[in-house]
């Protein structure tokens, strides 16, 4: 049986820990769908096309992993996709409720849709995507939390912001 999974997210931007999830779920499953979502937050630093684009500059070129943009439910969105699986990083016991939440309330909406763990990888637990948009907005170093091939971009349209 071919298995597709979703990694749904905001990628507000893309980080390292992000990577490293995505990765290792395509060396696990058939077929990894990378789901932005269009309202995971009210704010975006970046637009959809933006983080999209990050996502393909970055994993893109891994075979079995496709970017798209998400739009409403993320049970709904996995059904018409195909997806039996949605795989989301787990850095501390402080993402553990909510999370445990939407894989429930996912598994309500959708039956057949069950919810993977990974573990962070131990150098990334404390790295997020308001971690970069607050270090980079005030000047400092971003090189070790985002792909080097994206990280002028990033820098200069939040430092830009200011
Ligand atoms: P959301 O907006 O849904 O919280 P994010 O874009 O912040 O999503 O993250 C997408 C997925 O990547 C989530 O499963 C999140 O737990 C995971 N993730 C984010 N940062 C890391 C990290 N440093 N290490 C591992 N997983 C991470």
Known sequence: MHSTVICPGSFDPVTLGHIDII???????????V???VNGEKHPAFTIEERISFLERTV???????????DGLLAQCAKDLGAT????GLRAVSDF???FQMALTNRKLNPDLDTVFL???????????????NVAFHGGD????????IHDEIFNKIKGVK
Not at 23 to 33: C, E, H, L
Not at 60 to 70: A, F, K, L, S, Y
Not at 85 to 88: E, G, K, Q, S, T
């Open 142 to 149: 971003i090189t070790n939390f985002v792909p080097a091939c």
């Open 85 to 88: 699986a949605v795989v989301r």
């Open 119 to 133: 573990a962070s990888d131990s150098s990334y637990t404390y790295l997020s995507s308001s971690i970069v948009k």
């Open 60 to 70: 893109g070129d891994i075979p079995n992993v496709r970017v798209i943009g998400c």
């Open 97 to 99: 409720e909510y999370e």
């Open 35 to 37: 789901g932005v979502f």
């Open 23 to 33: 990765t290792r779920a395509s060396k696990m499953f058939d077929n990894v769908i």
